[in-house]
């Protein structure tokens, strides 16, 4: 009986001390409970803070945030224009400085031939060949060449960009050693790859108005074909001489179609700083795409499509250029992070 009482006892003992332990545990876990709930509510005020931080360190900013110009004012461009669509764009930065129905589209017209030009280029032609001009290459239009004289490929291409020569790209083409079909596929096909979804081409000239683009990728257009280097050294020739191979005793003087670059129309741009390309086609009206800089070396794009004359095409891409030199800062001029930081604030 004694040993019943004292197991009783001892069971009886340890219920009661597992009662008095989860008392224990009950009241003072709670506690230790409450104090894990408050750290999460500290990591939030944490990493808000670190954000903070970062997005005051302005070399932690994209790349085209950080060097983006600024515009010092809210003003517009006192000009005339006539032009139906433009865009001025930062090279470095692809910033948009300035446009006007930059999206709609527009016939390229010879604008065409810097995406011919490319296609070239990729292509494994020997530019010390020769070949001799066919009435196939002839378009009537073009009097830099005669029919029956001979040139090193070398010569038409200068032809081709310098001139804007039609006959050239005919020329080019027909010794590509791919067909007019191929050729063209594969501007298309190039196009495409640099994302320029608006451009579409029919053929290699810019004389079919089925060459079509918008203004925006015109700009991206120009920026991709002048890193060929000798895309953007031939756009840099103010005049070339022709001399046929079959005729030394003739040579013809070819002017750039460029008339910035001439001179011919008034600029105080470096002419080593102008590269460009003009189209004309009676659908496209006159349309200029050119890469200019200022004195302090800062290199913007211009596009101008549809202006109503040869003339309005260069000086109104002049205007919008000085007008937009004037009007924004860059990076390192005076008053730069002054201008940012409050447009920042607004």
Same mark, same amino acid.
């Given at each position: ?154 010569? &038409?291409?200068? !032809?081709? +960009?310098?001139?804007? /020569? #039609? ?6 083409? *027909? ?124 290199? &913007?794009?211009? !596009?101008? +499509?549809?202006?109503? /004359? #040869? ?6 891409? *002049? ?28």
């Amino acid at each position: 009986m004694s040993e019943k009482l004292f197991n009783f006892f001892s069971s009886f003992g340890i219920m009661v001390l597992g009662v008095f332990l989860i008392f224990i545990f009950t009241v003072s876990f709670p506690a230790v409970r409450k104090s894990f709930n408050k750290f999460p509510q500290a990591g939030p005020r944490e990493k808000i803070q670190v954000q903070q931080a970062v997005s005051r360190q302005t070399n932690s900013w994209p790349t085209s945030l950080l060097l983006a110009p600024v515009a010092k004012d809210s003003g517009v461009c006192a000009a005339t224009f006539t032009l139906f669509s433009s865009i001025v764009i930062d090279e470095r930065t692809g910033t948009i400085l300035f446009e006007k129905n930059s999206k709609n589209i527009r016939a390229l017209a010879s604008i065409t031939k810097l995406m011919s030009a490319m296609v070239l280029l990729d292509l494994p032609i020997n530019w010390s060949s020769t070949t001799t001009i066919t009435e196939a290459d002839d378009d009537s239009s073009s009097h830099q060449f005669k029919i029956g004289e001979e040139y090193y490929f070398s010569d &038409i291409w200068n !032809v081709a +960009l310098v001139g804007s /020569s #039609n006959s050239a790209v005919r020329a080019l083409v *027909r010794n590509s050693g791919i067909s007019m079909e191929q050729f063209v596929a594969r501007m298309n096909e190039k196009a495409n790859k640099l994302n320029l979804t608006s451009l579409r081409f029919v053929e290699p000239t810019g004389l079919d108005s089925g060459n079509v683009g918008n203004a925006t990728d015109v700009a991206q257009l120009l920026k991709e074909a002048v890193r060929f280097e000798k895309i953007n050294r031939t756009l840099r020739m103010p005049q070339y001489i022709l001399v046929p191979l079959n005729q030394k005793n003739e040579s013809h003087q070819v002017w750039s179609t460029n008339w910035l670059l001439t001179k011919w129309i008034p600029n105080n741009f470096n002419q080593e700083d102008i590269v460009g390309k003009t189209g004309f086609i009676n659908d496209s009206r006159y349309n200029f795409v050119v890469r200019l800089m200022d004195q302090r070396r800062h290199p &913007i794009i211009v !596009v101008v +499509l549809g202006a109503n /004359s #040869n003339e309005s095409r260069f000086s109104e891409a *002049r205007d919008l250029a000085r007008w937009i030199f004037s009007r924004y800062l860059w990076p390192e001029e005076e008053g730069y992070g002054q201008v940012s930081e409050q447009q920042r604030v607004d």
